[in-house]
Every structure is written in C-alpha cells, then in structure tokens.
C-alpha cells in the first residue's frame, strides 16, 4: 500500500520540462539599482579546477585558507554596434552604428539611424561577442542585449553612447568579488523515464511484476491524467539559473592565460576568463550569460586568492 504522507515528486516551479528553443537564453530578471553600470555579459563554460584562498565570509572557517571547486567562464571581448530604445518593456526603435569593419560579420546591410525616439523609458547596447577568437569552433557571433543600471533613461543614453562602436571587456561589467547569477542551459539527457526523471521510489520487487514505474496516475475524478503527475519525457537541456555565484578572480594578464593547459573537451583559452565558486549548468563550450545578482547586487567580497591551481589545471569535467 502507498504511502499517505510523503513528498511531492517534481516542482511546479520548473514546468513545463521541455527543451529551450535556443542556447541563446533571454535574462527576464535583472536588480533595479539607481548606479549607471553595465548588468550582464556573455562567456563560454570551460571545465572545472580547484583554487585555495583566504575566507574572509561571516562563516565557521573565517580567517583560514580553504580550497574550494571552480569553474572557468571564457569571456571573450563584445563589440558595440548600436543602441536599442525602449518604452514600457517594447522595442521602439535601433539605432544601428554605420561601420562596415564593424556591421561586416553581421552582414547588416542600409542602416537608417536618422533620429532618435522622441520618447523613451530605457536603454540597452546591441553587442556581439567575437566567437571566432576562440576555440569552441563557432564563427557565426553571438548577438545580445546589454543591459544598464540605473532609473533615468537619459543617464543611460550618455552612458551608453560613450560606447558605441567599440569593444567592451568583462572588465568593465564586473569587478572581483562581486556576486552574480548565471543563466544558461542545462546539460542534456534525452527522454527519461519517471524514476530518473522525477526521483519517484521504484516498486518492490513483487508489487506489479514492473520496479521502475508509478503506483497510481491518480483518482478515478477528474477522469483524465492530471498535468502534475510525473511521467516519463525530456529530461535535461532545460533553461536554468544558477544564483548567487562569487567571482573569485578575473584573469585578463596574457601570461597568466598562456600558463593555463587544455581543458578536455574544450582545448585552449585564448581570452580574458573568470573563475567563479562552485559549479555551473551546461557542457564545455555551452553559452552563459552573467548578470548582476538580484540579491546581493550592493554586495562585493574581498578575496585573497593564495594558489591558482586553475595554471595547472586537473579538470573534472
């Protein structure tokens, strides 16, 4: 007989599980701060190492030299093509940079950036991030929004503009220390059955005849199967975030990034990265996006990295 009390099988937060439609993934949610900065910035995942350093956190081991997992986030340079205007979350007009050096990759062609909007709420740069300079064998760029703090749209134009047509480093988005949320898609797993898939306790050996299945897909009323019973489907390449992550270092000395040996499934870094604490989502060479931490966005950690043991690197995957 089934258990009457018991956990739940599967969060309805995370519904519906199917595959996202593009690595490629839109930041909904970003921290309403009144400084003017740049919120978010792309990266590719690389592999896993592991860094000793300085806790210097409110926590049981404060003061004492810890190693702890990383992950290694290249983040090639941006390149600023235009300015994109908004009101009340709509697009209302780009205005698009005339540089054919700098629209040749996109193969933007008549751009018509006569005027600005006459009216106007928010701001955000139209970048693309130079794929080619790295090793994960994509040439077509990869094309974002960047985002920007603070609550007067003018302030964001005279701060963006400053910017158009030139490069944008990960350097002048976030500083060491600061915390962030990453968002990207997940690792892949196919179709999946319910076990795997929702975590639900397989059947006694002499229950049914069958061991990996569910008891019951519910009442006799409603006469249908309900969409919050677990059953079997995608599993995996799921649109996620990872909040909360510290940046422990940003490496952007050529000698530094030359000492770094081949990471499986990667190869080499050829740009600036950054180490950040603990694991995140996806497969080497899959798309991240960083933003700025709605939660601790004021927040900045002072770190003193002791061992870069990512120089010689043991990757975990």
Known sequence: MAKRVGPRRGSRAVRPRKRAKNLNVRINDVPHIDEVRFLNFVGFKVGMSQVSFVETRESPSKGSEISKA????????????????LRHKQVVKDVIIKDEKILKPLGIKNVDNSSLPESYDE??????????????????????????????????????????????????????????????????????????????????????????????LGPWHPAYVM????????????????QNKVILDIVNDKNEINKVKPFHKYGFIKNDFVVIEGSLQGTPKRLVKLKLSNRNATKKETIQIIDKLYTQVQNTG
């Open 70 to 85: 990383v992950t290694l986030v290249e983040v090639p340079k941006s390149v600023c093509f235009g300015l994109r205007f």
């Open 227 to 242: 969409y919050t019973v677990p059953m079997a489907g995608q599993t995996g390449f799921h649109k996620r975030t990872e």
């Open 123 to 216: 701001v955000r740069l139209l970048v693309y991030c130079a794929v080619g300079d790295t090793t994960i064998g994509q040439k077509k760029p990869v094309v974002y929004e960047i985002l920007i703090g603070g609550k007067d749209a003018k302030k964001q134009y005279e701060f963006a503009k400053n910017y158009l047509g030139k490069e944008i480093k990960i350097s002048d988005v976030f500083k060491k220390g600061e915390h962030v949320d990453v968002v990207a898609v997940t690792k892949g797993k196919g179709w999946q059955g319910v076990i795997k898939r929702f975590g639900v306790a397989k059947q006694r050996r002499k229950a049914t005849g069958k061991v990996r299945h569910l008891g019951t």
